[in-house]
């Protein structure tokens, strides 16, 4: 079910924090100012901002559709079609295979009132880091078919949904055509399931 | 050229600010906490990462091979091959398509001593939301073809390259389908030149 499943690890062997320091940036985002040793410098400081790990999800119908669900994303101040995604609520050193499939699953029922129907896989895909200049956060992406609406969503603090849409994937290719769809994680889902052949 | 440009303008009919407050979050990061009125919420409270827009290309040869150039990101600790990308040095409010052309190939010169060969087109893609759920960021995306090299790479402060690669559109997707290409611009600009069947 999940055999290729990779753990993300942001750590790396040749690369030193040589000095590190949090400013106060308000109870919602860390940011760090930092020095590091890297293979190719001896010093280089960054300010690096801190995000929890995520998940997204491109949910499959078993008649091949894709779920998409409109939100309202405050900052850049408009509704955006995406895929189901969340974050995963636990220190990033505790992020395991099992917390990141059960982040998975449970984006799935909060946003979408959708369950893994019975056979189902949720098959990863890999992760992708969104913002790698300045922000270590990064996504896991999954492709969990077949999915079946099962009960309404239950957004969470913080969250404002509107529509849900079914989409084939040629529409969800025109969608990304005509930069209806402009979020990196319904991207970077799209880009996965082409490259993997997942979808024609 | 670039008939089909479209400006990302951030300031959305039916959104005000009700309130904002800037958190001294170091010189090199934007953190804004700030209340909005919504089209869907009375009122909602947000921290907003701040970020000049940016421009990412895919440089594609006469011979229909893309440009990748690895470079060693500091948030995520390890090197990164992706497409040709950087900021736009300039407010938001004054970023024009102009800028943004010009950005596109400041940044082929500089990261990878290409330029458009003559008759080459700088074909605009779209724009998209690295990570909507916390900045405004924005990446503005195209298609150079053909690009030719002509010269070094000239790194800028911050800047740490390391080899550049040749790849057909089938060796890009492979990659893809490995994870060895994880970062949001590359991903985006292989959706979009899909998308549009840019590339086989």
Redesign the interface.
Known sequence: MSADF?LCK???VG?ERTSSHF???????G?E??T?R????AS?S????H?KAAVAIAPMLDDGRLVLLSQ?????????WEFPAGQIDAPLAEVSKELVDRAAITELREELGAELAKGATLQPL?????????????IYLFLARPVRIVAQATPQH?E?F?DVRYVTPDEL??M??R?EI???LT??L???L???RLID
Chains 1, 2 share one sequence.
Not at 46 to 49: D, G, H, P, Q, S
Not at 126 to 138: A, I, V
């Open positions: 990779d942001i750590d790396q690369w400013v106060d940036a308000g109870p919602h985002v940011v100012q930092a590091f890297t293979p190719a410098r280089a960054w300010t690096i901002v995000r309202e994303r405050i900052p850049v101040q408009r509704m955006t890999g992760w992708y880091f969104p913002s790698p200049g300045f922000t270590q956060e990064h913080g404002s509107g290719r025109d990304i055509a930069n402009n979020n990196s991207l970077a799209f880009a996965k082409t490259a993997l």
